[in-house]
């Protein structure tokens, strides 16, 4: 464990992951506030009585009012869900028809739904062979494009998109959002999009099973239910045999009921993200990635992302020349840091409970390598 003093204060006092822990993008250890709930609630469920799932259910509203907050809506605008790969498939279904503007080197996850979608005869995609700015979506759209889907900062580079850009340039057309890397760690506005979906497990820090989709009204109005279940309509404590009309908000993507034992944590997490302020989060973060960005050069290492605070968020990804990105991991691991590992490079992504002993730590490991 670590001390994280030179992390935020009033942030990062609530987390005990090791000083070197740079793998934010992949997984963000949870509080001790995350601990707490859930292990509080998982207690009450093993004694349960007449009062205790509806109890335990009043999770659910207070993560989704909070999620709503952050995302710069309101409850009845917001779904959670499991993981942020079932909005996206929930948003592909949704569209009938037409093309959807996706970049080819996305994460997988913004990739299958649409291919999902097309297979069935419904929306199909058209890959973007560049960078998702706004210059190359214009140059991408027809008449057949009815969206985009973009991930809010890219998993591989820590790219942010400009997606006040692209909302001008795609008009009217929806604008569909993966903010896995980015909610709650970089302040982007959210309202531009009309489908926002996020995981908790990463930058959250509300571990696995956790997660939420924000709609906008254009979306509520032009995606179709295809996934929507019982819990998912009008009257759901209603059991008369017969077909329901989908809610007519954000729950119509409500399949079935979740746990309320995640959705404690979940609304444990996005309330300590309130509480410090997602400007201050971003703050912080962006001061680790320029001293990581630092270090990275200082030992003749190639930063593949971008530099520009603008552009990016808090993924440094980075090549030595000449040095198996294994044999950096080693070195890392070898100096209490724990990385991402590609074929052809190294990724680290620091936090608000990040101190500079972590990159103290990289700046030692890289000096290894001699």
Not at 137 to 165: H, I, M, P
Not at 269 to 277: D, F, I
Request: glycine share 8%.
């Amino acid at each position: 464990m670590t001390d994280h003093a030179g992390g935020l204060p009033g942030y990062a006092e609530r987390f005990t992951e090791p000083e070197g822990y740079l793998d934010f993008a992949r997984y963000g250890p949870p509080s001790r506030d995350v601990l707490e709930v859930t292990a509080a609630a998982l207690a009450t469920s093993a004694e349960a009585d007449h009062t205790t799932v509806n109890d335990l259910m009043r999770a659910e509203p207070r993560a989704r009012a909070a999620a709503g907050r952050l995302a710069g809506t309101d409850a009845a605008h917001v779904a959670l869900l499991p993981n942020a790969s079932t909005g996206l498939f929930h948003a592909a279904f949704g569209l009938a028809g037409g093309a959807v503007l996706v970049p080819a080197a996305d994460f997988p996850a913004n990739h299958y739904p649409w291919r999902r979608s097309a297979a069935l005869g419904r929306a199909v995609p058209r890959w973007l062979d560049a960078a998702p700015t706004p210059d190359a979506v214009r140059a991408a759209l027809s008449d057949e494009v009815v969206a985009v889907s973009v991930s809010a900062v890219d998993f591989r580079t820590g790219y942010r998109a400009d997606l006040a850009g692209l909302r001008e340039v795609i008009g009217d057309r929806l604008l569909i959002v993966d903010a896995m890397q980015a909610f709650g760690v970089a302040e982007l506005p959210w309202q531009a999009a009309d489908v926002v979906v996020a995981g908790g497990q990463k930058w959250l820090r509300a571990s696995w099973a956790t997660g939420f989709a924000a709609l906008s009204d254009r979306a509520l109005e032009r995606l179709e239910p295809t996934l929507s279940g019982w819990t998912g309509v009008t009257d759901v404590g209603v059991f008369d045999d017969v077909e329901h009309p989908p809610a007519p908000d954000a729950l119509r993507w409500s399949i079935t009921n979740l746990s309320p034992v995640t959705a404690a944590a979940f609304a444990v997490a996005l309330e300590l993200v309130e509480s410090s302020g997602v400007a201050a989060i971003e703050a912080h973060v962006a001061r680790r990635v320029d001293e990581l960005i630092e270090v990275v050069r200082a030992a003749g290492g190639e930063v593949l992302s971008p530099v520009a605070p603008g552009e990016r968020a808090g993924i440094v990804s980075f090549a030595v020349p000449g040095t198996d990105p294994g044999r950096i991991a080693k070195a890392l691991h070898e100096h209490g840091v724990t990385p991402s590992v590609r074929a052809d490079s190294v990724r680290l992504s620091a936090h608000a409970s990040t101190t500079s002993g972590a990159v103290e730590r990289v700046r030692a490991a890289l000096g290894s390598l001699g």
